[in-house]
């Protein structure tokens, strides 16, 4: 087969199969921090970091409470020329994906420009923005809405962000679906390093706490009222009564083993199973799909129940919900089968930035050693669950990371760094 | 019409608040394309947005799209704010 051969600075090498697709890098911009190891520190420390809304009056509104990224400054971190044309959640993106790039120790303009793909989940897009330019529109005319509106509220401006900052040409893309978008994205940027790409940032953030974005928020009927910051949260226990929304997410460097070890980067952890199932049409009575999910997900990573030494719920706080879910969790492992931990509790529900938030928590917890905790929250015996509510040292060698939108599933486990070469060494 | 005159000064700092720039561009910036100066075709329809909402003028797309350096995007908006003959 003939082609016009690229330019070689910028084509993708033929890899075949690549093997492992691991972490190498980890950026977090979430309201317990705004890098990975303030995250942690906060996370891993049981301290929450849910208030009362203060970026609007949230007095009329029947939800007052939301984890807030505080302190926050994005011309500290970002050139002056992107602030007018981005959203909170894309400078939130951009300023994860810097760190998650240096955290991983790769230089972008030193590598092919085709070989690097963007792949990341929003669900709302760039709400605040959206909402000032329509503010603008209506009150004042045309004229005075700015020309960045035509990019800046969209769900894929993340990912265009951050591909034309960093130079980044390969395969790229943009994952609509709300608390799973950050596994569906992740596995998708796997899909990508499999066929060849050689590195992908991927993972998924969400901002928006602005009276448009709250009144959207508003209409799924799923939100705590709850004005107690400790009690409004509070999944698997017996007074559930919905979540609190947050802001922000994670993004992660994401490329084959072999490529992370030929540079010498230290690696987190391996993207080793995924899977995503449909629940049954509402009212046909069928099981949910979530079990599915994990069980598919396990089979994927070719390990089984026994290998997942922690679980990192979704935790929705509805209770007909969490019911569902620690039946699934119960059908795999049994009762009190296995450590699970909502360390959501802390942050809120962050929409496309909550699983992602997750799995850059679980990568941690690997290294770490120490499973997170759930706050605020007294089990329910119903559940059968082993509810992580303290902090817990535990040598751990795999997390899976449970996330569902509405009507749908997804499940990722990821293995630690130190046992990756055992399991595919075929030590296992 | 108006009888203000548009200046080269009046567009860079329009160019600069449209674009978040915070930095003065090095030498002479009047005829070098928009292009080497940094701005892109979004920052160039935002900063024409802007020079029609603050002189109250209608600029012609063609003719826009012509104007490819300060200097004749200056000369551009000035025929505009002449008064007609």
Redesign the interface.
């Known amino acids: 087969m003939t082609a016009i051969a690229p330019r070689p600075a910028e084509a993708a090498p033929d890899r075949g199969n690549p093997g492992p697709v691991v972490v190498t890098g980890i950026g977090v911009t979430a309201p317990t921090g705004l890098d990975a190891a303030r995250h942690w520190a906060a996370t891993s420390d049981g301290m929450p970091a849910i208030g009362r809304i203060t970026r609007f009056d949230p007095t009329p509104y029947p939800a007052r409470l939301a984890g807030q990224v505080t302190g926050f400054d994005p011309a500290e971190h970002l050139p002056g020329r992107l602030l007018p044309q981005t959203d909170l959640m894309t400078q939130l993106a951009l300023v994860a994906a810097d760190e998650a790039l240096a955290d991983a120790g790769v230089r972008p303009d030193e590598l092919p420009a085709f070989d690097m793909g963007v792949v990341t989940a929003s669900s709302s897009g760039g709400f605040e923005f959206g909402q000032n330019e329509l503010r603008n529109l209506w009150s004042r005319g045309g004229k005075y809405v700015s020309a960045y509106q035509s990019f800046a509220w969209f769900y894929a401006v993340n990912s265009g962000q951050i591909s034309i900052r960093h130079g980044m040409r390969g395969p790229s893309g943009v994952v609509v679906s709300d608390q799973a978008g950050g596994l569906d994205a992740v596995a998708q940027a796997r899909r990508q390093i499999r066929k060849g790409t050689g590195l992908v940032v991927s993972g998924g953030m969400d901002a928006s706490i602005c009276p448009w974005g709250w009144a959207a928020q508003l209409a799924a009927g799923t939100l705590s009222t709850c004005d107690d910051p400790r009690r409004a949260y509070l999944p698997f226990d017996a007074e559930a009564t919905g979540h609190v929304p947050g802001e922000g997410g994670a993004l992660l460097i994401m490329e084959p083993l072999e490529a992370a070890e030929a540079r010498g980067a230290e690696v987190y952890g391996e993207i080793a199973g995924y899977a995503a199932t449909f629940d049954p049409p509402p009212g046909t009575g069928g099981e949910p799909g979530l079990r599915r999910a994990i069980e598919l997900a396990l089979a994927d990573a070719g390990a089984d129940a026994g290998d997942v030494d922690v679980v990192f719920a979704d935790a929705a706080a509805v209770p007909e919900l969490d019911r569902a879910e620690s039946a699934a969790i119960g059908a795999v492992f049994g009762p009190h089968g296995v450590p699970v931990t909502a360390p959501k509790t802390m942050t809120g529900r962050l929409c496309s930035g909550a699983a992602a938030l997750d799995l850059a928590t679980a990568l941690l917890a690997l290294r770490h050693g120490v499973v997170p905790p759930t706050t605020g929250v007294r089990p329910a015996a119903e559940h059968d669950l082993d509810l992580v509510t303290a902090a817990r040292p535990r040598p751990l060698r795999a997390a899976l990371v449970l996330a569902r939108g509405n009507g749908f599933n997804s499940a990722l486990l990821v293995r630690a760094a130190h046992d990756v070469h055992a399991v595919h060494s075929g030590a296992h | 019409m108006s009888d203000k005159e548009f200046t080269l000064d009046d567009l860079m700092r329009i160019l600069r608040e449209?674009?978040?720039?915070?930095?003065e561009p090095p030498g002479d910036p009047a005829g070098v394309e928009f292009a080497d100066l940094?701005y892109d075709s979004?920052?160039l329809?935002?900063t024409s947005?802007r020079i029609?909402?603050e002189y109250g003028v209608t600029l012609d797309e063609s003719a826009l799209a012509e104007a490819t350096t300060p200097r004749a995007l200056v000369e551009l908006v000035n025929e505009h704010l002449a008064p007609a003959a």
């Open positions: 449209g674009s978040g720039d915070t930095e940094g979004l920052a329809l935002e947005g029609e909402r």
